[in-house]
């Protein structure tokens, strides 16, 4: 899939989405209950505690007040007493609930001029004051620590734990559930390449449905291939028959030119058959990669045509191994010299080991191919006789069988229009990296 995410990183996406958008609303709503149930327990232990200052503080004679009021400080609250009070603040709503419900928790508090503030202090988040009953003040003060936070964070910790373990269990389930269909993806990238694979059927039903439906294609494919090629053989063995036959009965015609005329046709009737045959050869590959020495088997293909007296060259190293199919590579070398001789009367044939690949070039003095028809010309029976301006024999499958050969090897076949004139056919085969590794070595 290009640029996106996969099945099983869209499904893990949806699943880590909804997972987090029920933490986050879920944190959300505890977070706010937890903080008006902690406004509620902050108030009742305040008052509790203004409720004893105050009468601890009414009981002593005024002078000994103020060290009462630093005996009665804590790490939570501070107390101080003074005979007289600025006048309250307004109060904010908020502060206006919380002394609601200190006086609602004590109501001895109601009719003690109980006021608070928020304080601009960095450890205090409240203080404020109430009146004792001789007139004086009670000061006090709340400190925030920031257990509260320490506390809250702390917990929504503990609450990623079970998310994190869910999130973890969710991936390995989907993996798991879609498991069959990365087994029926693999199948069909090795089914693209001829091979015949099997697949388990598990899964879901829809996914057990969908790889026996895979299965049964294909089975039907493999079947239709086995049957043409078949049928491919016994048309290419019935035709080569009467082909011999008319070879034979040649010897009978006296009239030289005749001869000569009838003996061509059959040469080219029997290539076009072998062409034929070579392209449509079915699906499977009935040649395994070999080590063979492919300069020897170059130059093996370019004296045959020498030995015909073609203008055939080669430049290159004397050896150079490589596992490759031999016979098809020959045959693509081959194809592309004829198609060098055909529209250029010569060839000239290179090799060359460059980086990690080896190439093979097949360069003519023809007329070359209009840019806009470079890809046309590899296509099956496809015929550019305009623009080469010769009568084309064949079916117009030599390139087609030198692309096929060139892709079962792994390779790139390329095809440019020379800057000083004529056609360069390339062939780039891709080099083991073992291979390149100990050139680089070597180096």
Known sequence: MR????????????????????????????????????????????AEHLVIARKLLAEQPPTERRALGIQLTTDRYDVHW?????PPPPLSPELERMRRQIVAWEPSLEKSGLWLRI???RHSEINGGLQLPDGSWLY?????????????IGRMGLALIPVIA?????????????????????ATHRIGRGVEVIVPE???SDVRNLIVAFNAMQARIHRLIDERTETLAAVGHDLRTPLSRLQLRLEAV???????????????????LESLLAFLGGGQDPEPPVRTDIAVSIETVVDAFQDHGADVSY????????DVRGLSLRRAVRNLIENALHYGDRARVSLQRQGGEVLIRVDDDGPGIPRDRLEEVLRPFARLDDARQRNTRGLGLGLAIVQKAVAAEGGQFLLANRPEGGLRAEICLPLPRSATRGASSAR
């Open 119 to 121: 304080s601009p202090g």
């Open 315 to 322: 430049e290159g190293p004397a050896h150079l191994e490589m």
């Open 254 to 272: 006296n009239d030289p030119e005749i001869r000569e005329a009838m003996a061509g046709d059959l040469e080219e009737m029997g290539a076009m």
């Open 202 to 204: 598990a899964g879901t």
């Open 3 to 46: 640029g996106s995410l996969g099945l099983v990183g869209r499904l893990f996406a949806i699943l880590l989405l909804t997972v987090t958008l029920e933490f986050a609303v879920g944190t959300l709503i505890y977070e706010r209950a937890s903080q008006l149930s902690l406004q509620d327990d902050e108030a009742r232990r305040l």
């Open 166 to 186: 869910l999130l973890v269990a969710g991936w390995l389930l989907i993996r798991r559930t879609l498991g069959p269909l990365r087994d029926l993806t693999h």
């Open 140 to 152: 006090f003060g709340m400190h925030h620590s920031g257990g509260k936070w320490a506390f809250t």
């Open 82 to 86: 003074s005979p007289a009070a600025p």
